[in-house]
């Protein structure tokens, strides 16, 4: 049973994220992700935040990453990558 919609207990299904698992930050404020997400490394004033958010099985990180614009979240994607930041 996952902790919450974001994590699986079956480590193949983290290869397989989705932007539709992230589609709900769409229109949050920085603070509302905050919450959701935790702050991690971001900067508040910042206007891109990053995420580590799984692993592919050959370990390539999957990132998240969140543009604001006017203070709510209005882009997502996914990238991977071996770099850490």
Same mark, same amino acid.
């Given at each position: 049973?996952?902790?919450?919609? =974001?994590?699986?207990?079956?480590?193949?299904?983290?290869?397989?994220?989705?932007?539709?698992?992230?589609?709900?930050?769409?229109?949050? +404020?920085?603070?509302?992700?905050?919450?959701?997400m935790?702050?991690? =490394?971001?900067?508040?004033?910042?206007?891109?935040w990053?995420?580590?958010?799984?692993? +592919?099985?050959?370990?390539?990180r999957?990132? =998240? +990453?969140? +543009?604001?614009?006017?203070?709510?979240?209005?882009? =997502?994607?996914?990238?991977?990558?071996?770099?850490?930041?």
């Amino acid at each position: 049973m996952p902790c919450c919609g =974001l994590c699986f207990d079956d480590p193949r299904q983290n290869t397989m994220m989705k932007k539709e698992l992230f589609i709900n930050l769409i229109g949050m +404020t920085r603070y509302e992700v905050g919450q959701e997400m935790g702050y991690g =490394l971001n900067r508040f004033e910042e206007d891109v935040w990053n995420y580590e958010v799984g692993k +592919t099985w050959l370990g390539k990180r999957i990132i =998240l +990453t969140l +543009t604001f614009k006017d203070d709510k979240a209005s882009e =997502l994607s996914l990238s991977k990558s071996f770099k850490k930041r």
